[in-house]
């Protein structure tokens, strides 16, 4: 235990210190948050007769999703970068001569993970609180749940990328198209509601799809999604799974 | 003695190459074991396997009466690493990586007394990333002996240091070894293996050609001895009648006798004999590194300049 709170102390202050991940975990979502808010408002819209944003304000709806993006930022580019570029540079080689288990490492990366994913998270809903008087959660325990098996489902993913990708340049290019096609089809960018059936086909195989539908229920008082819980959690086994049994350490 | 490690026909490929060609050596409690060869011979492959780095390898290896392919993670807590082509993040700082490695073991040392026996106690606060290539070889060494381990393994340990660190860090291999550890090392440079090793292995393309002390190596394959001496006298044939005189060559006025057994003194007695008394009359012993190009002559000189 000691071991696994050591492990995550230490990557937490090395992700810290790398100005680029915390660039894209943390500004990015706010910049999205202000531009959007200032573009959409928080009013409910109709565009063209078809009702978007679920029927209420874009920003309602924007910032559950932008708590995903938090998510897909650190599970789509900083994890993968991360760990390749340990493998890589030998440091996942230095830590196996130790007797670090392959769990303690994604443990750490996952606990990693929730403390910036939480701290973002409470940055930016005290920042769309006031400027866009976005409505308070309908349920925050259902809402600390859904972030939870969200969290965990895209570090998942993290670690899969970085246990199959080969290179840390690979991990950089994949992680960023991966993060913006995510943010352009999952209804984290345009509204669902807009999107032509193909567009919401690719959107539906795409876990920020998903694990924004699960956030924005629990907060908008749609009430717990059983369908995206399921599909979500079982994009986190699925990744864990896959990730364990080709994850390599040199 | 005991042996802490046993290593029977070990043999490890990589496609159609063999890097490890039926390896065979043991390692006794509180020595320092070398492994000595040029770049490319398998010595790192080998001691990689040993250290449970490695899996797929063919042959009988017991560390500690363990099977570094089974007892993988129980093998580590006994054994301290230092390898080569590893890092640490750019980010990290030493104090960070020694408390970070010192949390895996049960028993680790006090790390802050290592720090001052390496030399880093004013590199603290440093990043690993703004430290030296010598620096880093010391974390790296202190790192490996973190958990008070049983065997370190040291790959290349001079590699990056200036010669002053290398003469501090082959003073703390002996204190290692003084404290009962038993030291495994793989290098290339001479002096280090005949300075610290106790015992050692030449290996030469995945296969071990001699183990033995370094100087029960000299003993049995650099049996030629040189003797020299400077003259301007023309005419040297009779030394080449001694028995166990070999060879007598001549540059300018120095003089390179080759031969085996007692022959400084048989030199000396027919010198005097015929009038010539040279003041420089000098023997060469033969070293660790007459051995190993013996050893391994046929490989690429290039490769044994490394």
């Known amino acids: ?38 573009v959409f408002g928080n009013s409910p819209d109709n565009q063209g007769g078809i009702e978007v944003y679920r029927g209420m304000g874009a920003m309602n709806v924007y910032t559950p999703s932008y708590i995903g993006l938090v998510m897909a930022a650190i599970g789509l580019f900083s994890i993968p970068v991360h760990l390749t570029s340990y493998r890589e540079r030998g440091v996942l080689r230095r830590l ?11 443990s750490s990366q996952l606990i990693v993970s929730f403390v910036v994913t939480s701290v973002c998270s409470i940055i930016l809903v005290i920042l769309a609180f006031p400027v866009y008087d976005v409505i308070t959660p309908e349920s925050i325990i259902l809402l600390i749940v859904a972030f939870m098996i969200s969290t ?25 198209l991966l993060f913006f096609l995510m943010l352009m089809l999952s209804g984290a960018g345009p509204p669902r509601e807009v999107m032509s059936d193909p567009m919401k086909y690719i959107g539906d195989a795409m876990p920020l799809t998903h694990i924004s539908i699960l956030l924005q229920d629990t907060w908008l008082g749609f009430g717990w999604n059983w369908a995206r819980f399921g599909i979500v959690a079982g994009f986190g086994v699925g990744a864990t799974v896959i990730a364990y049994r080709f994850f390599r350490w040199d | ?104 073991a049960p028993n680790a040392l006090d790390w802050e ?17 703004g430290l030296s290539g010598g620096q880093q070889q010391r974390l790296f060494i202190a790192l490996a002996l973190v958990n ?15 010669p002053a660190a ?8 002996r204190a290692v070894r003084d404290k009962g550890k038993t030291v495994v090392m793989v290098t290339h440079f001479m002096d280090e293996a005949e300075n610290l090793c106790d015992r050692l292995a030449i290996v030469n393309k995945g ?33 080449e009648q001694i028995p166990s005189v070999n060879s007598v060559n001549r540059y300018g006025s120095h003089v390179e006798i080759l031969g085996t057994g007692p022959i400084l003194p048989l030199v000396a007695a027919a010198l005097v004999e015929n009038g010539i008394t040279p003041s420089d009359l000098r023997v060469d012993q033969p070293t660790l590194e007459d051995v190993f190009l013996i050893l391994t002559r046929d490989v690429e000189p290039a490769e044994i300049n490394q």
Not at chain 1, 96 to 106: D, E, K, N, P, Q
Not at chain 2, 25 to 35: R, W
Not at chain 2, 211 to 228: E, H, M, W
Request: net charge negative; with cysteine.
């Open chain 2, 1 to 104: 003695m005991n042996n802490v490690i046993e290593v029977e026909h070990l043999k490890k490929t990589y496609g159609s190459f063999t890097a490890v060609d039926d390896v065979s050596f043991h390692v006794e409690e509180g020595e320092v074991f070398g492994l000595l060869g040029p770049n490319g011979a398998g010595k790192t492959t080998s001691i990689e396997c040993i250290q449970a780095l490695r899996h797929s390898f063919t042959g009988d290896v017991s560390v500690l009466g363990l099977d570094p392919r089974k007892d993988a993670r129980e093998l580590r807590k006994y054994i301290g690493s230092q390898l080569q082509e590893s890092a640490l993040p750019n980010r990290m700082k030493v104090w960070e990586a020694l408390d970070l490695f010192a949390s895996f």
């Open chain 2, 207 to 239: 296969r071990i050609v001699a183990t033995d002390s370094p100087q029960g190596l000299i003993n049995s394959y650099a049996t030629q001895i040189k003797v020299l001496f400077s003259t301007d006298e023309p005419d040297l044939s009779y030394l």
């Open chain 1, 96 to 106: 196996r001569a130790s007797s670090i288990s392959t769990w303690t490492l994604f």
């Open chain 1, 1 to 38: 235990m000691n071991t696994l709170l050591k492990m995550s102390w230490v990557e937490l202050k090395l992700f810290i210190r790398e100005p680029i991940t915390m660039f894209f975990t943390l500004v990015l979502p706010i910049m999205f948050l202000f531009v959007m808010g200032e």
């Open chain 2, 113 to 129: 007394l290592l720090l001052k026996q390496w030399g880093l106690a004013e590199k603290r606060n440093s990043s690993f990333g």
């Open chain 2, 148 to 162: 008070d381990p049983k065997i370190v393994f040291l790959d290349e340990m001079t590699q990056g240091l200036d």
């Open chain 1, 152 to 176: 965990i489902s895209f570090t998942a993913i993290g670690i899969l990328m970085g246990a199959l990708l080969p290179t840390s340049r690979a991990a950089q290019g994949i992680g960023l």
């Open chain 2, 166 to 173: 290398r003469r501090v860090a082959w003073d703390l291999v």
